[in-house]
């Protein structure tokens, strides 16, 4: 039986791990479209896919190059081949600069007091100042990788190196994340 003092315990682990797991989120995911972050595939042909991987802000040029490599591999397995050869790849990075501007007044009162020989008087007058901001953000980028593939079954060919094990690339990448 299990007393308080290790319940609370219990309770303060199991807490932390799902508050880890909810701010984490994993960036190999599959996209909801083409313009989304994630991994996404176009039949081309009989055993022939476009692979594309698009990264987040904070997914480098190595890492989506290695989650499209990745789905490549996963894809030819689910597809019940082999191998894969990658018969184009292509990256690219777009950068962007998000600078910002506000404009900002404020409504202010200003009392002015004049004294002379016969007392004193108090006048208000309202006044409005305005400001402009202007603020530069450091760049992003993002970056995609994108590789054509034709999958096959039994021996993989010899030849320019562009040729694949699906099941050696994938469990490698995997256990590489």
Known sequence: MFNSQT??????????????ACA????????ND??????????????????????????GLNTTRDYALLHAAELTLQEGNDWFQVVDRESSTIHRSNPSTNLHDERAYHVERSCGLL??????????YASVGYHHRSPESKHNHALEIVMGKGEMPSGDGNYYDASDVAQALWASM
């Open 119 to 128: 007392g004193c008087t108090r006048s208000v007058r309202p006044a409005t």
């Open 7 to 20: 319940m609370i315990r219990f309770a303060a682990i199991a807490i932390a791990l799902n508050l880890g």
């Open 34 to 59: 083409a313009d989304d972050y994630g991994h996404y595939s176009t039949p081309l042909g009989d055993n022939r896919y476009r692979i594309v991987y698009n990264g987040k802000h904070s997914t």
């Open 24 to 31: 984490s989120t994993p960036d190999y995911v599959p996209a």
